[in-house]
Every structure is written in C-alpha cells, then in structure tokens.
C-alpha cells in the first residue's frame, strides 16, 4: 500500500512541481467557480442554448486565431515569466467582471468581450503552462506521466469543488462574489510561481523567423503518425463530443426544480469521475495509453448518448460521471502519449498543436452544439454528438495498438 501511495504521488518530490500544484490548487477552484458563475449569468439572461453557444465561441475562439502562435512564442521566452504575467492578466479580467457585476452594469455584450479577453490570455497561458509542467521535473522525466496525473488530479479535484462552492454562492450572494473570489485566487499561483527557484532554460532557442519556428513545429508534429492520429482524434471530438459542456446549464435548467445549485451538483459528479480517471492514471504510471484513450472515448460517447434520454436528477448525475471520467483520461491519456513522443526543444510548439486540437477547434463545436440544440433540442442534439464520437473513438481504437508499439519503442530509445 504504502509503495502504491509513493508511486502516485512519485512527482511531488519535486520541490518546484510541489509548490506549483498547491497553488494551482487554489487558483483553480476559482476559475472553476467563475466558469459556471459566468456559464449561469448567460443562461440567466437569455434562457436560450444558442447564446450559451455564442458565449463559449467567444471564451475560445482565440485559441484558434492565436494558439499555434502562442506555442511559437512560448519555446522563445522564459516560461516562468509568461507565467506570471498571464495569470496576473487572468486576475485583472476576474477582478473587472465582478465591479460590473456588483455596479449592475454588466450586460451579455460586456460579458462576451471579456470572455473574448480571457481567452487570448489563455492562446498564451495554456501551452506556456503544458511545457512549464515539464520543466518543474527535468530532474527525472520517468515521473512525467505520474506529474500529468496529478496535475489533472489537481484540475478535476478543484472542478469537483469549484461548481459546487459556485452553485451555494450564486444561490445566497449572485455571481459577482463568485468573479472576486477568482480574482483573489490567483495570488496563491503568484505566490506559489514567486517562491519558484527556477534555473535558467539550457534548451536551445530558435531564433530564426517565427514562420520558420511554426514550420519546424508543425513538422515535428504531423510527420509523427503516433501525434498526428492523436491530434486528428482530439481536433474531432473537440468538435463533436466536448462541447457538450457548453449544455450544461440548459440541461441544470430543464430538471424540475432545476437552478445554479443542479448546475453545481452535474459539474461536480462530472468532475468526480475526472477525478478518479487521473488518479488511475497516477497509480498506473505509464499503462497502455493508445487503449485506454480509445476505450475511455467510447465510455464518454455512450454516456453522451444516454444523456438525451433522461431529465431524472439522479440519472444525469450518474451519466454526468461516467462522461467526466471517459473525458479526463482521453485527453490525459493523448497529453501524456504526445509528451513522450516530442522532443524537448520543440514541446512548446507542438503542444500547441494539442492545445490547437483540445480548445481550437471547440469554439465552432460550441457554436454549433448552441445552434443545433435551439433547432431540435437538447435531447436529440446529445443523441448525434454522442454518436459522432462514439465513431471517431471505434477509429481510433483500431489504431491503437500501433500507436502503443510507437511509443514503447520511443521509451526504450530515450532510456
């Protein structure tokens, strides 16, 4: 038991990566309470799934118009300072929702242009912080599967909790103290990012043009068949299957007696059955991960598709799991896969690709699930998301054990 604990906790020996976790911790459970304080406020406004769509179109849409660049930028500069000011930007964009909020001035425009706003922090943030993770545990990269884990354990633990401090703080003081609250959580990441003892990058930097440095990147992930299967995959059900979350609220509101407080109770068990698909990954270590990827997207495919046939509290909640932890260990499991095949002097730029393909492409799925759900319904627009990606998964299953022998012989030749 004892050798089980140390083998899924094996990266916080890792002083910096321990430091990072606990603020993440922190900072996260904010984010998470300012996504559905923002998601409600939508739904609150218009009671219509389309303006749901609109709303998350906006959050992500930067991701696609600059993610791949800000990969490029990332393998440029010191990732510890990019760090800083991007979640000091995160804070500043918090802070200005909950003054217009709490002055009575926020409108659905207004909270639209701040998405827009949180997500270009984000095309800069979240590829810096793919890579950082690394380099918090350069000392020994056999624990690099195990740190994903944890840092997922880290996300869905805090999205198991978030919604449901959310749901409680809409319900008794509205969403403007759920905005503050985040805001004043990114001093635990500041903190946690200032008591860093980072040494200077020894990595090679490009510095030729940044169309070159795309190129290069671009190459090193799609001439790999093992990442660009990977990425086709993602960039699919990104489209199709993810954006399912994006109903959420209209899902909360349509069970009798339904409100922010369901909303927070369906994230929540969303989030547990994340929860626990990381914490496998974090014992497992380095399982058979082209497997577990495809059998975990066909999990999340037919808990998709039951969805549409239940409003019971108690069903959805139960779906609500099942589609949290098939989600979590497709796209851990498709981090992890990627990390080992990339070399280090281009991992920002290809894990922009990943970024490109989780969050890129989500924008038009969002829109689209928006738009599909206010045409025929939300039941019916689970039943054809659910199917889609139940067939992108049955692909990729096919392919998986190539994609596994790919990867073991790549292990072998960095040991």
């Known amino acids: 038991m004892n050798y089980v604990l140390r083998h899924m906790f094996s990266s916080l020996k890792h002083r910096n990566f321990r430091i990072y976790v606990a603020g993440q911790f922190v900072s996260l459970i904010g984010t998470w309470m300012q996504q559905l304080a923002t998601s409600w406020m939508v739904y609150r406004l218009t009671h219509a799934p389309v303006w749901l769509g609109i709303s998350m179109f906006s959050s992500q849409i930067p991701m696609f118009a600059l993610g791949l660049f800000g990969g490029v930028y990332v393998d440029r500069v010191n990732r510890h300072k990019l760090l800083m000011w991007t979640q000091s930007l995160s804070a500043v964009q918090a802070l200005a929702l909950a003054v217009l909020t709490f002055t009575h001035l926020i409108n ?43 840092n997922s354990s880290v996300m869905n633990g805090t999205r198991l909790i978030g919604p449901a401090i959310a749901g409680l703080t809409i319900g008794l003081f509205g969403e403007g103290v759920c905005f503050l609250l985040n805001a004043l ?96 990954l974090a014992r497992k270590g380095s399982p058979i991960l082209g497997r577990v990827a495809a059998v975990s997207g066909i999990i999340f495919s037919v808990a998709l598709i039951a969805l549409g046939f239940t409003q019971r509290i108690e069903l959805v909640l139960f779906l609500s799991f099942f ?40 924008p038009f799925g969002s829109l689209l699930i928006g738009a599909v759900a206010q045409r025929i319904g939300i039941e019916q627009t689970l039943l054809l998301n659910g199917g889609l990606s139940l067939v992108g998964a049955l692909v990729f299953l096919k392919h998986s054990e190539r994609i596994n022998q790919r990867i073991s012989a790549r292990i072998e030749v960095a040991a």
Do not use: W
């Open 108 to 150: 659905l425009y207004e909270l639209i242009g701040l998405n827009l706003v949180l997500g270009t922090i984000k095309a800069f943030d979240m590829p810096a912080r793919q890579t950082f993770v690394v380099e918090l545990i350069s000392a020994d990269r056999e624990d690099l599967p195990n740190a994903i884990a944890l």
């Open 185 to 280: 959580s990114y001093l635990a990441v500041l903190v946690a990012l200032m008591m860093m003892r980072v040494e200077r990058s020894k990595l090679k930097i490009p510095h030729g043009k940044l169309i070159e440095s795309f190129r290069d990147g671009y190459h090193a992930a799609f001439k790999n068949e093992v990442i660009r299967t990977i990425l086709l995959l993602l960039a699919f059900l990104s489209l199709v299957g993810m954006p399912y979350m994006t109903l959420l609220p209209a899902i909360a509101g349509q069970i009798p007696g339904g409100g922010a407080s369901t909303l927070g109770m369906i994230t929540g068990t969303g989030a547990a059955g994340a929860l626990l698909g990381a914490l496998y």
């Open 323 to 362: 589609a949290g932890l098939g989600m979590l260990l497709e796209m851990s499991s498709c981090n992890t896969m990627i990390q080992a095949m990339v070399p280090d002097e281009k991992r920002g730029r290809v894990m922009s690709f990943f970024t490109f393909s989780l969050l890129g492409v989500a």
